[in-house]
């Protein structure tokens, strides 16, 4: 079990697990529908399952520039996990403008939503897995 918990993990609560699955569900809880905005009921999963996995893929096969001297998260870490959600939103927004659920989408703000998440994630060390799926939430509602 060691190998799936971290620093912030006890025997008694496994904090890591928890934050993970409310980062994932609390955006689609909070979403009010395809309509209104259609990516954000996906917030969770796109910025943890997609992003936050391919940055910690990535930077640890091939990261060599670290964000600080101390972090263990690089650079081109975080620029193959905003690479991989936005790729990750190509695919999304395609799959529901052929169900009919989305006309178009401005990239231009969704390219600064999820870099500006992503760069967060890249300096946030505390609760990372709760937070960064509801700041991602929030920038895809402006």
């Known amino acids: 079990m060691n190998a799936f918990t971290d620093h912030r993990d006890s025997e008694i ?3 890591s697990h928890f934050s993970l699955l409310l980062g ?6 909070m979403s009010s529908g395809f309509n209104d905005r ?6 969770g999963i796109l910025s943890l399952g997609i992003g936050d996995t391919m940055a910690s ?3 640890y096969k091939y990261g060599v520039l ?4 101390t972090g263990k998260k690089t650079i081109e870490g975080t620029a193959a996990g905003i690479t991989s959600v936005l790729a990750a939103c190509s695919i ?7 169900s009919g659920y989305i006309l178009s989408q401005h990239w231009l ?3 600064v ?12 060390t505390q609760l990372d897995n709760a937070f960064i799926p509801l700041v991602f939430y929030s920038l895809l509602c402006l």
């Open 13 to 15: 609560l496994i904090i």
């Open 92 to 98: 999304l927004v395609t799959l529901l403008a052929s």
């Open 57 to 59: 893929m990535i930077g």
């Open 113 to 124: 939503a999820v870099t500006l998440s992503l760069l967060l994630e890249a300096y946030t």
């Open 38 to 43: 259609p990516l954000a009921p996906f917030a």
């Open 109 to 111: 703000s969704l390219s």
């Open 66 to 69: 670290r964000w600080s001297k």
């Open 24 to 29: 994932c569900a609390l955006p689609k809880w």
